[in-house]
């Protein structure tokens, strides 16, 4: 009884293997697709290509010619204030991570890192004193954002 199912069973690993390997072939022969942009209302790149990050944010980004939106960068490819060169005493929280950070659907003012500056504004710490910088990009995974860190941490020395 045993042998009857022998020949099938080498039948089916074998069709698994050649299909597994046709699968490999047919993956490793075509080019990657070219990076779109992962959200945006009106076919603009909201994300560029990145050689380390897969993607990124992209500066520069509006909604429309006629309107920035609320997802709108500067020639800061993050979300919000720009980091500005760190004088004496300036204190910098810099927030790292995925849509959350970034605070998708919602406006800016909205976001975790805003909401943090304008508490500690309201207690009395102003620019001079604290810089919050949003560094989240939606859809970024844990290896997305250790990336990012590690490339930002010197320069900004959070």
Same mark, same amino acid.
């Given at each position: 009884? &045993?042998? /009857?199912? &022998? @020949?099938?069973?080498?039948?089916?690993?074998?069709? *698994?293997? !050649? +299909?597994?390997?046709?699968?490999?072939?047919?993956?490793?022969?075509?080019?990657?697709? $070219?990076?779109?942009?992962? =959200?945006?209302?009106?076919?603009?790149?909201?994300? #560029? @290509?990145?050689?380390?990050?897969? +993607?990124?944010?992209?500066?520069?980004?509006?909604?429309?010619?006629?309107?920035?939106? !609320?997802?709108?960068?500067?020639? =800061? @490819?993050?979300?919000?204030? @720009?980091? &500005?060169?760190?004088?004496?005493? %300036?204190?910098? #929280?810099? +927030?790292?991570?995925?849509?959350?950070?970034?605070? +998708?659907?919602?406006?800016?003012?909205?976001?975790?890192?805003?909401? %943090?500056?304008? !508490?500690? /504004?309201? &207690?009395?710490?102003?620019?001079?004193?604290?810089? *919050?910088?949003?560094?989240? *990009?939606?859809?970024?995974?844990?290896?997305?954002?250790?990336?990012?860190?590690? $490339?930002?941490?010197?320069?900004?020395?959070?």
């Amino acid at each position: 009884m &045993r042998t /009857r199912h &022998r @020949p099938l069973a080498r039948l089916v690993v074998t069709l *698994v293997c !050649s +299909f597994a390997a046709m699968e490999l072939a047919a993956r490793l022969a075509a080019p990657p697709p $070219e990076l779109t942009t992962v =959200w945006s209302t009106d076919g603009g790149r909201q994300c #560029v @290509p990145h050689p380390r990050r897969f +993607f990124t944010l992209a500066a520069q980004y509006r909604s429309t010619s006629d309107h920035a939106g !609320s997802y709108a960068t500067s020639d =800061w @490819p993050f979300r919000g204030e @720009p980091a &500005r060169p760190r004088p004496a005493g %300036l204190m910098r #929280v810099a +927030f790292y991570g995925e849509s959350c950070v970034y605070g +998708f659907g919602l406006l800016g003012a909205d976001t975790l890192p805003s909401r %943090l500056a304008i !508490s500690l /504004r309201d &207690r009395g710490l102003g620019p001079a004193q604290i810089q *919050v910088l949003n560094m989240g *990009v939606p859809a970024y995974s844990s290896v997305q954002v250790h990336t990012t860190l590690d $490339e930002t941490i010197d320069d900004l020395a959070p």
